[in-house]
């Protein structure tokens, strides 16, 4: 089936520090979601993505949080700077409309930890 | 703010049985229900979804819904070890996906 890539699979950083996520969504999706899983948690969602702007942020999505896609390129989550909370699996997930019929497809998720 | 919760958290099944799992939400407006398999190190994959009240059978999957005591299941026939997975319910808020906890399957030859 389609399949949503997420690059790097871990990624280790110091507290403070700027990471990015990358995400490579299935080729002719239009929407896209970012989504934060703390080990031992649910899934919760951030973020999701449309036409080159944000159309919904959770109270997860913090200030120092950003996404884009510039270009039809990667779809991207900053963080600016890193907090020690930060630490979580963090999914991608794209799909060819919205609504609640639209299904997500989702990466195997980017472990992030921070130190 | 709708809230899923799922039961049990984990189950073990002999292998050509039936597993049952079963899921709450918070909300009767709640738009469709969806049921995502999760293996290790991997993410959700997505099983059946279902919106309207009754139930919907795909394969050995059939999911019941039932708005009025916001509850859903779902139930697969003749378990197999490659069943073995998280089980995730989630409920779709116009593109927004909120999750349950997760049930752990076990399928056991």
């Known amino acids: 089936g389609p399949k949503v890539l997420q690059i790097p699979s871990h990624q280790i950083i110091d507290m403070g520090q700027m990471v990015t996520l990358n995400c490579d969504p299935v080729s002719n999706h239009l929407y896209f979601y970012w989504y934060k899983q703390i080990l031992g948690q649910q899934m919760e969602f951030l973020v999701n993505?449309?036409?080159?702007?944000?159309?919904?942020k959770s109270k997860l999505f913090k200030d120092q949080f950003s996404v884009e896609r510039p270009d039809g390129s990667y779809f991207t989550l900053k963080i600016q700077p890193t907090a020690l909370e930060d630490s979580a699996v963090y999914f991608c997930?794209?799909?060819?409309?919205?609504?609640?019929?639209?299904?997500?497809?989702f990466g195997p998720g980017t472990r992030l930890t921070v130190l | 703010q709708e809230k899923v919760q799922q039961s049990p958290e984990s189950l073990i099944v002999p292998e050509g049985a039936m597993s049952s799992l079963n899921c709450t939400f918070s909300n009767s407006a709640s738009q469709s229900i969806w049921w995502y398999q999760q293996h290790p190190g991997k993410g959700p994959e997505a099983l059946i979804s279902i919106f309207s009240n009754g139930n919907k059978k795909e394969g050995r999957l059939t999911v019941y819904l039932n708005r009025a005591s916001l509850h859903v299941s779902l139930h697969i026939r003749d378990s197999q070890p490659s069943d073995s997975a998280v089980y995730l319910c989630?409920?779709?808020?116009?593109?927004?996906?909120?999750f349950g906890q997760g049930t752990k399957l076990s399928i056991k030859p």
């Open positions: 989630a409920v779709s808020m116009w593109g927004k996906l909120i």
């Open positions: 997930a794209s799909s060819p409309g919205q609504g609640n019929y639209a299904e997500q497809f």
């Open positions: 993505f449309y036409n080159g702007k944000v159309m919904e």
